[in-house]
T-cell receptor
Framework: EPEVTQTPSHQVTQMGQEVILRCVPI?????FYWYRQILGQKVEFLVS????????KSEIFDDQFSVERPDGSNFTLKIRSTKLEDSAMYFC??????????FGDGTRLSIL | RKEVEQDPGPFNVPEGATVAFNCTYS??????FFWYRQDCRKEPKLLMS???SGNEDGRFTAQLNRASQYISLLIRDSKLSDSATYLC???????????FGQGTRLTINP
């Protein structure tokens, strides 16, 4: 069964540094997402992406965040200047039209 | 009312028992609903989709009450492997984004 894959599984970064989280959505899916989950809290929506542009973003997704689909397979989340509070699990998800979202196994981001 | 609200538990039940969780949602226009399960430090995995009054898949039954705006999940003959956090998930109106409840933690005891 095809899966959403994410790399790296764990990223440790100094505060203020840039970080890029990578995702390969399922190949025939059209909608892509990033969510995050701070330890012990609920999963929160960050951004959705369709037809090569952002379709919706949350208040969390401020100017420090950006997404890109640089080629036909990768979908990346960049945080320009990381803060301690960015420490969380980051999940990528994708889905075809009118179907449920499938999640990758996440990247644990630790900001020191 | 919160967008999606669940009893956080924890629920501790013996193996073989039947357990039910409830979830309430605020958006009366929502048309689809999902239950995901999440194991510790893992990704959410789709368990069931609910588009009409309910859905049944083996030992799992989801029911939807639109008038009261709640969804329930029933697990019969629970197994040790059912131990997980169960997430009630509702798409935001007119959008693709999913709104998650805080999850209900379930532990099945031998």
């Amino acid at each position: 069964e095809p899966e959403v894959t994410q790399t790296p599984s764990h990223q440790v970064t100094q505060m203020g540094q840039e970080v890029i989280l990578r995702c390969v959505p399922i190949s025939n899916h059209l909608y892509f997402y990033w969510y995050r989950q701070i330890l012990g809290q609920k999963v929160e929506f960050l951004v959705s992406f369709y037809n090569n542009e952002i379709s919706e973003k949350s208040e969390i997704f401020d100017d420090q965040f950006s997404v890109e689909r640089p080629d036909g397979s990768n979908f990346t989340l960049k945080i320009r200047s990381t803060k301690l509070e960015d420490s969380a699990m980051y999940f990528c998800a994708s889905n075809p039209v009118n179907q449920p979202q499938h999640f990758g196994d996440g990247t644990r981001l630790s900001i020191l | 009312r919160k967008e999606v609200e669940q009893d956080p538990g924890p629920f501790n039940v013996p193996e073989g028992a039947t357990v039910a969780f409830n979830c309430t949602y605020s958006n009366s226009a929502s048309q689809s609903f999902f239950w995901y399960r999440q194991d510790c430090r893992k990704e959410p995995k789709l368990l069931m989709s609910v588009y009409s009054s309910g859905n049944e898949d083996g030992r799992f039954t989801a029911q939807l009450n639109r008038a009261s705006q709640y969804i329930s999940l029933l697990i019969r003959d629970s197994k040790l492997s059912d131990s997980a956090t169960y997430l009630c998930v509702v798409p935001s109106q007119g959008a693709q984004k999913l709104v998650f409840g805080q999850g209900t933690r379930l532990t099945i005891n031998p």
